[in-house]
């Protein structure tokens, strides 16, 4: 199995097993305004000049559910800020395998280059659909070159995104399939309004890399202790608390990291 079929496996199955189209343009949305790009976390942390500045370069996109927006050796042209969109991060092995990396959503950006042919080190799919703002990396290039703040607020939530994969590697081989399971839901409801969650079992196996049946054992687990409820493509999760109980260091040290990015941001 090839990167490809895999990416397409993964995206059909978050369009409950419809065809992914990958060649599907992001036709910029009309009527946006510099009080929408502050839906994203970075950019609203940017100074009103800085914004305005940058704001004729952005254009808002929906980001459709399932839609590729690079895949690993690709060119990086854009750079992507979601506003109301999840993005997965994927890591897909020769023989097939796939591992989620890390989640992005409004607090954060995805395919950021800030060298000439840069080539992608993952591949990047839309896991709930939404809209976001893209950038050309050229633009952002220039960007850096002239200093100001969104070098340093990048800069920031790099850390905070290692973090997370870090985490994540080390939740990989140390947490069991329940811990493994509460984290990928609290990463997205972090990331989300309310607290219900609409993914199914086959994309949450694909993007954890373990059998469907092993994801069934775990929901089933977590529902009869009262802390989700699953019915057919849908989570909704009843306490957070416990959830959080439940996936303990496997995700608490990310979102501690992630908690700090956000305190320095509103501080800049």
């Known amino acids: 199995m090839n990167t490809t079929h895999t990416l397409h496996r993964a995206s059909s199955a978050l369009l409950g097993g419809q065809a992914a189209d990958k060649a599907l343009a992001l036709a910029p949305l009309p009527g946006a305004s510099p009080g929408?790009?502050?839906?994203n976390e970075l950019l609203a942390a940017l100074p009103r000049a800085e914004l305005e500045a940058l704001f004729p370069h952005l254009e808002l996109v929906p980001l459709p559910l399932g839609k590729e927006l690079f895949e690993y050796g690709s060119r990086l042209d854009y750079v992507f800020f979601p506003t109301s969109a999840i993005l997965a991060l994927l890591y897909v092995m020769e023989d097939g395998a796939t591992t989620e990396i890390a989640v992005i959503g409004h607090e954060g950006v995805a395919g950021?280059?800030?060298?000439m042919h840069e080539r992608a080190i993952c591949s990047a799919v839309v896991q709930s659909a939404g809209a976001g703002f893209r950038l050309r990396n050229q633009t952002l290039r220039e960007v850096f070159a002239q200093g100001g703040m969104l070098p340093q607020l990048l800069m920031r939530y790099t850390n905070a995104l290692f973090a997370q994969m870090a985490q994540n590697a080390v939740g990989g081989r140390?947490?069991?399939?329940?811990q493994k399971l509460c984290r990928w839901l609290l990463d997205r409801l972090d990331r989300s309004q309310g607290n219900v969650l609409k993914v199914t079992q086959e994309l949450i196996s694909i993007m954890l890399g373990v059998r469907r049946e092993s994801i069934t054992a775990a929901a089933g687990k977590l529902q009869d202790e009262g802390l989700i409820h699953y019915r057919r493509g849908t989570i909704t999760v009843l306490d957070r608390q416990g959830l959080e109980h439940y996936a303990g260091e496997c995700y608490k040290v990310a979102k501690t990291e992630y908690d700090r990015l956000l305190m320095d941001v509103a501080r800049c």
């Open 36 to 39: 929408h790009a502050q839906q």
């Open 174 to 178: 140390h947490s069991s399939i329940e």
């Open 112 to 115: 950021v280059s800030l060298f």
